[in-house]
């Protein structure tokens, strides 16, 4: 069988799947079934060659086993596989995340900058309006503050005009394309750190959030949240390998819950905690990064006072370049704040994958079973 039939054939296997579930009343992704497919194929206690094509009698198998394990809403193995298809959906490393996130952040301002790239104005209005829009442009690509907030955007005007008069409109619009976008960012980049220098010396900051002061608290507490879900995890780990092992030494054992369910529950919680440590791993190299981008940010904001106050006049190819390196700085600890919000919310949303187990085996159900094991190992 070619590659493409073989394709063919799992696509349908997949269709077939999702139609039978939900003719029994649930609804579900192929996206899912594709995830329970793999890891029925990929159980050994299946009984299916991975080195052989599938027969007819294989692929009836495997969609009777699929439907009925997508159908039991009460089976942890279900929910671990739905927790699995949610990270994999939703969670990636932060490079690529970031890089995906300036990209989108890109693509919905470029209408914005094809209006100003794309100008050809002639009129004093016209040039009025031009600048008006590169304001609003290099506010929404620093996202310090609303381009719809007057006070924002006087205190914007007047870090542009300060590099970039109105009376450069002309030589900006003889550029081509790729030079006027260039300069804009570059422009967007110098009015960013003047705004923030200003801020910093209590003469402006109009809209711009104090980002290192909400960092310093907002990844402690997230912190604190994965090491309280990493905790509560990992005890029930240990308490369902205990009753586990147990159950194994003990002939003919039996209980109120089946060794099966506790066994799938043991595998929900391990697959929840690895997906924290993945998620703590990402934090602390957050709360890293912050620090050394306060550092840099003070180190920075300290030698271009020094270097302001120490002159009476600067050269622009001196100071520019230090507004930049500020701007640069800020939008690390904007990245921090975007990447850490994605982070919260994934971590949010694994918890009701574990509750199933939880909600069955509670304190009450779990205390008499460890009991037991107490008592054998005594």
Same mark, same amino acid.
């Given at each position: ?13 997949? &269709? ?7 003719? &029994? ?10 995830? =329970? ?18 027969t007819k009698d294989d692929v009836q198998k495997l969609i009777d086993m699929c439907v009925e394990k997508l159908v039991d809403t009460e089976s942890p193995s279900l929910e671990t596989i739905k927790m699995q298809v949610y990270?994999? =959906?939703?969670? $990636? ?30 009129? &004093? ?7 008006? #829009? ?18 924002? *955007? ?22 081509? #394309? ?14 960013? %750190? ?7 010396? %209590? ?47 003990? *002939? ?27 998620? =703590? ?7 890293? #990064?912050v620090a050394l981008y306060e550092r840099g940010f003070q180190d920075k904001m300290q030698f271009l006072k020094e270097t302001v106050q120490s002159k009476t006049a600067v050269p622009t190819a001196q100071v520019y370049p ?31 994958? $574990?509750?199933?187990? &939880?909600? #069955? =085996? ?17």
């Amino acid at each position: 069988m070619s590659r493409a039939q073989a394709e063919s054939v799992i696509k349908n296997i997949i &269709r077939e799947i999702a139609q039978e579930c939900a003719g &029994r009343g649930n609804a579900v992704s192929e996206t899912l079934v594709a995830f =329970m497919v793999k890891a029925v194929v990929l159980d050994p206690d299946n009984g299916f060659n991975v080195d052989r094509s599938l027969t007819k009698d294989d692929v009836q198998k495997l969609i009777d086993m699929c439907v009925e394990k997508l159908v039991d809403t009460e089976s942890p193995s279900l929910e671990t596989i739905k927790m699995q298809v949610y990270f994999d =959906m939703n969670y $990636t490393t932060r490079e690529e995340f970031l890089e995906e996130h300036r990209r989108v952040l890109e693509s919905r301002l470029q209408p914005v900058v094809r209006d100003i790239t794309d100008s050809r104005a002639r009129t &004093r209005d016209e040039f009025e309006s031009l600048y008006r #829009k590169m304001v609003s442009c290099a506010l929404l690509k620093s996202g310090l503050g609303s381009p719809t907030d007057i006070s924002v *955007v006087r205190e914007a005007t007047a870090a542009l005009q300060s590099v970039f008069p109105q009376t450069e409109l002309g030589n900006f619009l003889q550029l081509n #394309k790729v030079d006027k976008e260039k300069q804009l960012r570059e422009l967007t980049q110098i009015m960013t %750190g003047i705004r923030l220098f200003n801020r910093n010396a %209590g003469k402006g900051g109009q809209g711009i959030d104090d980002l290192p002061a909400i960092l310093s608290e907002a990844i402690p507490a997230t912190k604190q949240n994965l090491d309280v879900e990493l905790q509560r995890t990992t005890q029930l780990v240990f308490k369902y390998t205990a009753i586990i092992e147990k159950a194994a030494s003990v *002939v003919g054992y039996r209980d109120e819950i089946p060794v099966e369910f506790i066994k799938q529950a043991q595998i929900n919680c391990r697959q929840h905690e690895v997906f924290l440590r993945i998620l =703590m791993n990402d934090v602390v190299i957050s709360a890293e #990064k912050v620090a050394l981008y306060e550092r840099g940010f003070q180190d920075k904001m300290q030698f271009l006072k020094e270097t302001v106050q120490s002159k009476t006049a600067v050269p622009t190819a001196q100071v520019y370049p230090l507004f930049v390196d500020l701007s640069v700085l800020w939008l690390g600890f904007q990245d921090e704040m975007v990447l850490l919000s994605v982070l919260s919310n994934i971590l949010a949303n694994l918890d009701p994958f $574990t509750n199933i187990h &939880r909600e #069955k =085996m509670t304190d009450d159900v779990l205390e008499p079973l460890l009991t037991n094991v107490r008592s054998e190992e005594r």
